[in-house]
């Protein structure tokens, strides 16, 4: 049995084409390996803990848990679309995973390796709090890059411990902190020198990610593993701090390997405790550190079985730029992708193919299309749709007998390479596999000319057609694991049901083949198509927009803008709300009625210049909570230069007077 799992992607923004080239492949990998007939587990879930999670949802207004069900129900939506098939896709807010965490940790406790210890931390005397991870912002004291809490992201790009920044600030209200002492909790990971380099030298995976990580296990250093935060996973006996997210974020990978198992019935103990299964890691090459170091130390001291293979893909370039969704350097699945209305197995061939797992992809719409027309569409289309056609419309139903010797042969060499390439963690050479198939099926086809024999020897062109058909059902099924969809409409027209194939039915000849008029398994992307997606991402590029600004807005009715209730009101009151750079909070006349408003324009306007002012406000939004505070409406401003504009009337208005 093999179990496969994917990083999980954080709760905190929408899917990009980065994201996906862990989880295409893994798929890919998990649909080639069951139809190899091995026994495969497949798990995946959200990321739901962490500072980031919380520092924007306070910046939204939002409960942490609210902006993770958005992030999470996307995740969700954006793999079906994707055709990436999960056992089981947990989240790590759920009970079930608390549990599992807390457990683990207890467990490392009463073993020794989790110790108590007083460290300074950086502390905002203004907000009144320990600053954890990305509340504060510094110098690294190994480069002297500006640097974030937990990572010198603009450096050198070390991990760094809480406490270790220098010249320390707050991210919420900008004052200079302070050092004070607090006792917090770390793992003992130096004492797991010697096993983690005995564990590297076995370990499987690729090879960016192995010597990534035997580079690490020279410098190692007890890690602290508890945070200043409200939201995670508790801290057994300690109410006020959470287990560091990068300690019970990888224990999901057991924790939905438990509810998977309870949905297949079978033993998630023979996993993750007795070790009878292969465990296989697909992640991104910037958390190798936490899954080669980190994860096998915590598993092995808490008694769980070890990662078999870390698999770790290359990064991702878009137009040839470093991957940079603030400069605008980013394909978004769904905004860019998916409204397109291309087809989802074009984007997963795209990336399975474009180059080795472990190098740089480069996200480019021309290349896209140049891969998409000649490759998928002029080699695989062509050929299957040709075949198919020509078979349904001259025989109906072919007898099987008599198939090339040749053909078969060549269909086992390609099955050969692609579980060859599998071993290797290289899906390009497994589709380059079945590519080099119908470039072969193709040569084949038109030097057979079936279409010629079938005036003067129909039984000679039965049997070049059975040896096509024979090729056709190989490559459907090879095929499939890269590009379902597709795939699932082209063996409707040769029965063949593909959930139930196996790689060894695609030199499997039948006695007959009964066919059905096939589909057009392909649509050729048009060069209007490209120039309107490039000049989106120009756009992006300069700054000019983002995915929302590229998208149109719905047409609406005069009895839909009839429903708004927008009136001019007057503020009576204005005050910051507290721990909040962004909100504040408006007492306004509307007529007859005075009524609290919660804004995010307190970086834009002061109190004093707010007080007196008329506005334009939406009475009948729903009422929300913001910090805690209620807000029942909205002010409508304009945005320039990134700053909120306040709409105003011309001139002097009676506070309650109608927009219409």
Partial sequence: MKLVTCGLPYANGKAHVGHLRTYVPADVYVRYLRMAGEEVVFVCGSDCHGTPIVVNAEQQGLKPKQLVDIYHEHFIKIFNALNIKFDFYGRTDSDYHHHRTTEIVKRLIEKGYIYPKEIQLAYCPKCQRFLPDRYVEGICPYCGAVARGDE?????????????????????????????????????????????????????????????????????????????LEWGVKFPGEENLVVYVWVDAPIGYISFTE??????????????????????????????????????????????????????????????KTFSKSRGYVVWVEEDYLKSGLSPDYLRYYIVNYTSHQKDLNFSWEVFKEKVNNEVIATLGNFLYRVLLFAWKNFGEVKMDGVDEEVLQKIKETEQKILSALEEWEFKMASDAFMELATYGNVYFQNAKPWGLIKTDKEAARKAVASCLQLAKALIIFTYPVMPSSMEGMAKAIGLNLEKAKLSDAYAVDEVMKLSKPEVPFTKIEDETIERLQKIMEKRFKGEGDEEKAEEKEVISIEDFQKLDIRIGKVLKAEKIKKSKKLIKLIIDIGGEQRQIVSGIAEDYTPEELEGKLVVVLANLKPAKFMGVESRGMILAAEKDGKAVLLVPEKEVEPGTRVC
Wanted: proline share 3%.
């Fill in 152 to 228: 010198c992201d603009q450096g050198c790009g070390r991990h760094l411990e809480p406490g270790e920044i220098k010249e320390p600030r707050c991210k919420i209200c900008g004052s200079k902190a302070e050092f004070r002492s607090q006792k917090h909790y770390f793992f003992k990971l130096t004492e797991f020198k010697d096993f983690l380099e005995r564990f590297l030298e076995n370990l499987k995976g690729t090879e960016n990610a192995l010597n990534y990580a035997r580079n690490w296990v020279k410098n190692l250093r007890d890690w602290c593993i508890t945070r200043n």
């Fill in 259 to 320: 509810k998977a198992c309870e949905m297949k019935g079978c033993d998630w103990k023979k996993i993750w405790i007795d070790g009878e299964a292969e465990i296989v890691h697909f992640i991104g090459l910037d958390i190798v550190y936490h899954h080669c170091i980190f994860w096998p130390a915590m598993l092995k001291g808490a008694d769980y079985a070890l990662p078999s293979s870390v698999v770790a893909s290359g990064m991702v370039k878009v137009e040839g």
